[in-house]
């Protein structure tokens, strides 16, 4: 049991360590980006040509009615992802086996794609939930 216990840590090492790099690297990219483009835009703007690149249409676009109207309810959608979210990994820890049978737990959680097939479904659940909240409040 102890060899399981140790393997299943160290596995869980692992995935933190992708975790965090993903994580670093990502906050990296989007400073770089979020940087780069103020210094585009500041460059654009001093150079007179700020009404070809659209930088103002962005913040003009995005208070017109259609756009307002398709992210009317975005605490909902986000709610209701997670909601399912949850449902599936309850839905996964219900169906897997106890540790108690190793050879079957290990089968079921490391060399199956049934756990991800069965959040992925949730959550998709979730999305089209929300689009029928979404679809039927639009025609009251």
């Known amino acids: 049991m102890s060899h399981l216990t140790n393997t299943l840590k160290l596995k869980i090492m692992d995935i ?6 993903a994580v670093v690297f990502y906050a990296i990219y989007s400073i770089l980006k979020n940087f780069t483009d103020f210094l585009l835009k500041r460059k654009i703007i001093r150079a007179g040509h700020f009404e070809n690149a659209g930088i103002l ?3 003009v676009s995005s208070l017109e009615p259609e756009n307002r109207e398709a992210n009317k309810y975005p605490s909902l959608k ?28 290990q089968n079921f959680m490391h060399n199956s794609m049934l756990p991800f097939g069965i959040e992925l479904v949730s959550i998709s659940l979730g999305f089209i939930v929300y689009f029928l909240i979404v679809n039927f409040s639009k025609k009251k």
């Open 16 to 21: 933190h360590d992708v975790l965090m790099a």
């Open 57 to 59: 249409d962005q913040k």
């Open 78 to 105: 986000w709610g209701l992802v997670a909601f399912f979210g949850g449902l599936g990994f309850i839905l996964i820890d219900q169906m897997g086996p106890g540790l108690a049978n190793q050879d079957y737990y």
